[in-house]
């Protein structure tokens, strides 16, 4: 488990991350988004020990990770700005990673160069931006650390070579409970792999929340009344998030029990009705507007 509490870290007069907490349970995919400045990279880069907290503490299984090889040896780092040896090639940057990471897996680093159709003997530095990537993910697989810190990963990468990287880290995490935590600017990217999400907005947390727990107390419903209803009266006691009607159909966003939010509705006897699923980009939108944000003006 990761820990985080109360963390901070300044440039300057610049306040890059202010007094983070979070807590990033094994076996999870952890999803941190932000605009670009919110403090993403600074502080994944804490999460890797390359910068020291300036206040509070960060713990990888109980440990401080800040100059502390023991704990640097439980992730692998990928990051947005990539960096490779000068003229080296992927076949030296595998045996370069055979002796930092005890359990690096060099079959499988073979095996996923051919299947990424990547030259192990080409100089890394004639890759193009995408390669670069797909190349950082593939040694930070077979790193087989316990967690991967990924900093704008899918950035760079093509349709196809971004559902290849999502499918590898699920079969990771479903053989090994390897713990993947994923900075990025993109709601939509980490929609489909996300476990939890947390949204940084000016250095600090504004949201961060389970999905499952969040899909299952806000729903969306699609209904037409036989007539003219008062929708307050309907829904009494239960939280309406937002209400939108055009013409005859309502679309209703509400929170709460969701056979409870049904049986409300089926009293009125409507004509039609229906419960749609929410997308990440709704619920964060639904999320952050409670407390007084609009997320659409922060990362959409």
Do not use: W
């Not at 488990?1 to 076996?27: H, L, P, R, W």
């Not at 053989?175 to 939890?196: F, G, K, Q, V, Y």
């Not at 409507?270 to 944000?293: A, D, K, N, R």
């Amino acid at each position: 488990m990761i820990e985080a509490v109360n963390v901070s870290k300044y440039f300057d007069k610049i306040k890059a991350v202010d007094q983070v907490t979070a807590t990033i349970k094994e076996g999870n995919v952890f999803g941190l988004v932000g605009t670009n400045g919110a403090g993403k990279s600074t502080f994944i880069r804490m999460l890797a020990g390359i910068l020291k907290p300036d206040g509070g503490t960060i713990k990888i299984d109980g440990m401080e990770v800040y100059e502390n090889i023991k704990a640097k040896e439980l992730f692998y780092y990928i990051s947005d700005d990539q960096y490779f040896f000068s003229n080296a090639t992927p076949e030296e940057l595998k045996k370069y990673y055979q002796v930092i990471y005890s359990n690096f897996d060099s079959d499988r680093f073979n095996t996923l160069m051919k299947q990424f159709e990547l030259d192990r003997k080409r100089k890394i530095n004639t890759f193009s931006k995408g390669m670069k990537k797909q190349l950082s993910v593939i040694c930070g697989i077979c790193a087989n650390t316990k967690y991967i810190f990924c900093d704008e990963t899918f950035d760079g990468l093509d349709p196809v070579m971004r559902q290849a990287v999502k499918s590898i880290f699920a079969k990771e995490i479903s053989e090994r409970n390897m713990t993947p935590i994923i900075a990025s600017h993109n709601l939509r990217e980490l929609e489909d792999i996300c476990d939890h999400v947390g949204l940084l907005h000016k250095g600090g947390i504004l949201l961060s929340k389970d999905l499952f727990d969040m899909k299952l107390s806000i729903h969306k419903i699609q209904c037409v009344f036989q007539k003219e209803v008062d929708i307050k009266q309907v829904f009494e006691g239960i939280e309406l998030i937002k209400i939108d009607k055009r013409g005859n159909l309502y679309t209703i966003t509400a929170r709460g029990n969701c056979e409870e939010i049904t049986k409300r509705i089926e009293q009125t006897k409507p004509i039609f009705s229906e419960v749609l699923p929410l997308t990440l980009e709704e619920i964060f939108i639904s999320e952050t507007e409670v407390v007084g944000y609009d997320i659409k003006k922060l990362i959409l």
